[in-house]
């Protein structure tokens, strides 16, 4: 019977061990399944945290954390601007990268942009990728 309890034991360990050291493989893949499944069925894990909804409003994006020293909406806010706030699309796919790769709001803007570049055509450095263009210096 001990050597049962030993075995387990040690295949415990050693499976703990080959987890937690290619997690960087495995958890975005399975933090993707989850999201999927949730964008499916909403209501599956609806015992988990999500955030009360804010006003459209630049100061519920201020209040989001979608702000920053060089994307600075305090002017707006200052300037009493009626608008909406920022996309709410976008807002969504910034705040998941955010939580995702714990990155701060303006590496995350720059990530959401160079997916959106990617998905359109556009080459990292703002060229097109299309190899018929044609640009004159």
Known sequence: MAYLLYSLVFLTIISGTVLY???LRWLPILQDTI???HER???AGGFLYSALPTSNSFAGDVEAGLSSSNFDLAGNIEGGDSRGGLDNIAKKEI???MNRRKVKFDEARRIY???RFSANGIGADGRPKDP???SFS
């Open 95 to 97: 705040l998941k990268i």
């Open 113 to 115: 942009m160079e997916q």
């Open 41 to 43: 069925w909403p209501r």
């Open 35 to 37: 999201d999927n499944v």
């Open 132 to 134: 018929k263009f044609v």
């Open 21 to 23: 050291l290619t997690r």
